[in-house]
């Protein structure tokens, strides 16, 4: 059983920056696909950038040359690089692996990591 552990999140204002993190368990980190998604209060889950177990990245037109996201399959973990943060980035983010064993696919969710923007 894949466990995904988010960290990172916290209180910032508007313009800053964090960075979060995910750590996964297990030993084929480097088949999956990792993304990022993140659920505001009243909203939709909704994905924020993924990023393939060859390294291909997509984003949500709204984060878009503000956040970017990254693998380090040494350490079984992948990151998202949030800047020029807005207060409608604020939300609860969430960690998610895919990946496909002898044509099965299969999906993990971590706790979630809460970021709020606000001055």
């Known amino acids: 059983q894949v466990q995904l552990v988010e960290s990172g999140g916290g209180l910032v204002q508007p313009g800053g920056s964090l960075r979060l993190s995910c750590a996964a368990s297990g030993s084929i980190f480097s088949i999956f696909t990792m993304g990022w998604y993140r659920q505001a209060p009243g909203k939709q889950r909704e994905l924020v950038a993924a990023?393939?177990?060859?390294?291909?990245?997509n984003y949500a037109d709204s984060v878009k040359g503000r956040f970017t996201i990254s693998r380090d399959d040494a350490k079984n973990t992948v990151y998202l690089q949030l800047n020029s943060l807005k207060p409608e980035d604020t939300a609860v983010y969430y960690c998610?692996?895919?990946?496909?064993?002898?044509?099965?696919?299969?999906?993990?969710w971590g706790q979630g990591t809460q970021v709020t923007v606000s001055s």
């Open positions: 990023i393939s177990s060859r390294g291909s990245t």
């Open positions: 998610n692996a895919q990946w496909v064993v002898l044509g099965s696919r299969y999906d993990a």
